[in-house]
Each structure stands twice: as structure tokens, then as C-alpha cells.
């Protein structure tokens, strides 16, 4: 099986200088936990819901929120992204893939295109969903259907 057979397409994007304001409104509206950041088309970096969680104050939406704590939601994308992210082709193997996340230590991985162009992602989750269903196991979601 290759890349293309497991990737999402469903991605969200964000530019260099978009604020973590705007980053904040997306993880708290969409199931993503994966951001991918682009400039033009092409891909230049990737935040996680845990690198966007480290760079703002933890008081952000409580009762405690101070002026400080809002001013983390001001930083700009490009400077919580993770640079010159490990990326993938949609025509290699999954295991191929899933090797490359788990030398790396990493939970995605974009599928670009040779211009550098983002495609799709796969995710850890979409590897187990992969190896379950390599191995004979379903996920509760195609148990449902």
C-alpha cells in the first residue's frame, strides 16, 4: 500500500505570519491536531496542538488571564513551527512512511508533491488505522458503518 491509499486530504494551512490567535481558533473549532505552514504553496513548516500549547500562557481563557498571557496569542506562526519539516511522497510505502515518522520521533507527516507542494498528511493515527486493518483487526468507526 502507498502514502496516497492513507493520507487526509482534509489539511489546514496557515501561513508564516499568521498569530497564534488565528492558531488558537483553529484548534478549538476543528479535530486536527496538526497545522501545516505555508508560504506560496509550498510547505515550510509544521505546529502541533503541543507546540502551540507551549508557546502561549497556560492562563489564556481563565479567570486568572492577565494582559502578559494574552500577549502570547501575538506571536506569530513561523515562530513556534517546527522548520524544514520530514515530508513524504504519495507514492511511497507505508512503511516507508511509518518508518521515516518513527526514526524521526514524529506523529505527521506531510505528503508533498516534487515542487514541494502539500498533498495530504498522515497522521499516527492513520498508521494504526492502516496496521489494524493490515492485520485483520477493524476500528470501531468501520465497525459502525
Known amino acids: 500500500m502507498i502514502a496516497s491509499q492513507i493520507m487526509n486530504r482534509k489539511i489546514v494551512t496557515v501561513e508564516m505570519d499568521d498569530g497564534l490567535h488565528v492558531i488558537n481558533d483553529i484548534f478549538r473549532h476543528v479535530k486536527f491536531h496538526h497545522l501545516l505552514v505555508i508560504q506560496g504553496k509550498s510547505l515550510v513548516g509544521v505546529i502541533s496542538d503541543r507546540d502551540f500549547l507551549k508557546a502561549i ?45 518513527f526514526k524521526n520521533n514524529i506523529s505527521c507527516i506531510p505528503i508533498v508533491n516534487k515542487n514541494g507542494n502539500v498533498e495530504g498528511i498522515i497522521t499516527i493515527k492513520d498508521i494504526l488505522k492502516w496496521f489494524l486493518s493490515k492485520t485483520g483487526y477493524s476500528t470501531q468507526a468501520e465497525r459502525n458503518k
Open 57 to 101: 500562557s497556560p492562563f489564556i481563557h481563565t479567570l486568572s488571564e492577565r494582559e502578559q498571557d494574552r500577549a502570547t496569542l501575538n506571536l506569530k506562526a513561523h515562530q513556534i513551527m517546527t522548520r524544514k519539516p520530514i515530508t513524504a511522497y504519495k507514492n511511497e510505502k507505508v512503511e516507508t512512511v511509518a518508518n521515516k515518522m
